[in-house]
């Protein structure tokens, strides 16, 4: 009675106004036949609006209901039921899709990955897949080899291309040992054109059996020759540090130097910011709360960790849990300090709870105002830190804008030791927290010596980057910048830019001021501007790469050799669009 009751009122207050009749348990256009998933009024009002408002909306309630009645009769109902909804349709496919993940006990994220399929295979045949095309779309382990070789080829094509249009490119070196225990050397480029348009791919991934500086050496130089290059564009070299890279005699290094190959060889920025900060990240604050956290996380002892768990929720603390201090994952070390110092009290009660004699040292410690003063601040200097690293890590960033952000932060160091002999604690917020409880009772200037540390160590570690800094302030300032400082053959050029009146109002800086050169007037300022910003400040494309080549390189994958494995992380790692229609073209090129 209900349902009657419904389809009589909305019989009469909506199907005049949107041309909507209920037929067969389903709300259906007359007009179009759409069958909305919703039942709402403003659903109904938009798609009269968008679709028929032109052609009906001038008609009145009586003309409206005489073209329903006639409309209604075109609609039979066996016809209606007969098929299913657009909306069942998805939903059968939906389940017949989640049975096939669940029976070959795939992740439950595999679906948008089979979603992302489907489509694209639609897309491939104008929008009208049948089940026997879909069921003779050829994907045979052997096949989709063959295809990932091509797209493979393709994209080595794009950058061969690439590098003998641009004026420079540098090169990223990462040595590393995989889970098969075999080294790998992966070679990153970053290409800049002519327009200051620049990419950054990986160039090759090349399995070494002994990881020299003459094997490295010929690695590289294996790789250039493949894309009929040599190392004369190369701008800069950066590398990850190890004794095999930066040797000056049997080091790659070394073997550049032996062949007069003047090329910049710059350890990795993040590389240099994260071996700075284990000055803070050794200090003991740091290490007893690790072996605190490990006592409760250790995973042989699981009914301690679920009671403090259990303890944190009944108490409401503001976290429920805190992460592991990993210290080869060395961020996780602020994150872990910040949450442990948050919830410090929560952790003081449950180790008086739990009546254990080996937490009668860590309950006395965090009674300590010394100790809790040290946490407070090796909690808020690792977060410095932190935040620095953060900045370090964004792509796109050229050497320029990455030196800028260790320079902006050395400074900050200077700032941070001042603040502290004055207690000021706006950069320590944790420092801010512990004197408001303790006031007199904190002494933070006992902790500067921290901070002289980590002064010295990026003094001592960017020292490298010194021979860069007046082309630097060059590339960034060229407005500004001392002119008889610079190289003899800008000096000309410099004195034209510098007194050029159109180009004293312009605000721009860094690679944007070097597009709106002119080639004409700017020749060799140009020039220098795609060498600096060519230059590639740190391996962090090698790092990121390395979390897709744990998925590559797991048991199912055991059985590539060493031509596929390449071509697959290329694929994998490829930032650039790849034209499918294209590779199509030539496979039926090579076919006929």
């Keep these: 009675m209900e349902k009657n009751k419904y389809v009589q009122v909305f019989d009469k207050s909506w199907e005049f106004n949107y041309f909507f009749s209920y037929i067969s348990d389903r709300i259906i256009c007359l ?16 798609h009269f609006k968008t679709r028929h408002s032109v052609n009906y909306l001038n008609y009145s309630n009586s003309e409206k209901l005489n073209i329903i009645e006639g409309l209604k009769l075109v609609y039979q109902e066996s016809t209606i039921s007969s098929f299913p909804s657009s909306s069942q349709k998805s939903l059968q496919a939906s389940y017949a899709i989640s049975l096939l993940i669940a029976q070959n006990s795939k992740p439950f994220t595999e679906g948008v990955f089979v979603k992302n399929c489907i489509v694209e295979a639609v897309k491939a045949f104008g929008n009208s897949l049948t089940l026997e095309e879909a069921i003779n779309i050829p994907l045979s382990a052997k096949t989709v080899t063959s295809r990932i070789a091509d797209i493979s080829d393709s994209i080595k094509d794009k950058l061969q291309n690439l590098l003998k249009s641009c004026k420079y490119f540098s090169l990223c070196l990462d040595e590393s040992i995989d889970i098969r225990h075999t080294s790998q050397l992966n070679i990153f480029t970053r290409i800049v054109q002519d327009d200051y348009s620049c990419i950054e791919e990986l160039l090759d991934f090349v399995i070494l059996r002994n990881t020299t500086g003459l094997d490295i050496f010929l690695a590289v130089e294996e790789t250039l020759k493949k894309f009929d ?19 000056l005699k049997k080091g790659f290094a070394g073997q550049l130097k032996q062949r007069n190959l003047n090329i910049p060889i710059i350890h990795c920025i993040i590389h240099k910011e994260a071996l700075t900060g284990k000055v803070v990240k050794l200090s003991t604050a740091t290490e007893i709360i690790t072996k605190i956290i490990n006592e409760i ?28 201090y990993c210290p080869v994952h060395w961020l996780s070390a602020a994150k872990c300090l910040e949450v442990f110092f948050t919830i410090r009290k929560d952790f003081l009660l449950f180790l008086k709870e739990m009546k254990n004699s080996k937490f009668h ?3 006395s ?9 040290e946490l407070a601040f090796i909690t808020d200097i690792s977060n410095q830190l932190r935040l620095l690293n953060l900045k370090l890590q964004r792509t796109d960033q050229n050497i320029s804008r990455l030196v800028s952000h260790i320079n902006s932060f050395r400074r900050k160091l200077q700032a941070l030791k001042s603040h502290l002999n004055d207690n000021i604690f706006y950069f320590f917020p944790s420092c801010q927290i512990l004197f408001d409880e303790h006031d007199n009772n904190c002494n933070f200037k006992e902790y ?8 010295d160590e990026f003094d001592t570690r960017c020292i490298c980057f010194e021979k860069l800094r007046t082309e630097l302030i060059l590339f960034e300032n060229p407005l500004t910048a001392p002119i008889e400082e610079q190289h003899l053959d800008l000096q000309d050029e410099l004195y034209n830019l510098q007194n050029d009146i159109s ?3 312009v605000k721009e800086t860094g690679v944007d001021f070097y597009k709106m050169l002119k080639e004409s007037s700017y020749p060799k300022l140009r020039n220098f501007g795609l060498r600096i910003h060519s230059m590639s400040g740190s391996t962090y494309l090698c790092e990121t790469f390395f979390s897709k080549i744990k998925l590559i390189k797991n048991e199912r994958h055991f059985s590539l050799n060493d031509d596929s494995l390449p071509d697959l992380i ?4 490829c930032n650039m669009q790849i034209d499918i229609p294209d590779l199509v073209n030539k496979r039926f090129r090579k076919s006929e």
């Excluded at 040599?230 to 701008?235: A, P």
């Excluded at 500067?448 to 002064?455: P, Q, V």
């Design 365 to 373: 410690l965090l009674e300590n105002v010394t100790f809790l003063t």
């Design 448 to 455: 500067i010596h921290f901070l002289d540390s980590l002064i």
């Design 503 to 505: 180009l004293k109002m």
């Design 361 to 363: 040292e860590y309950i």
């Design 297 to 324: 996380k250790d995973r042989h002892k699981f009914l301690t960790h679920q009671k403090f768990k259990l303890f944190l929720d009944e108490h409401k603390a503001v976290y429920t849990d805190v992460p592991l």
């Design 570 to 573: 290329r694929v994998a790692t």
């Design 229 to 247: 290059i040599d190392f004369g564009k190369c701008s800069l070299i950066m590398t990850n540090g190890a004794k095999a890279m930066t040797g």
């Design 31 to 46: 007009l179009c036949g759409f069958q909305p998933s919703v039942v709402k009024k403003y659903v109904l009002e938009k």
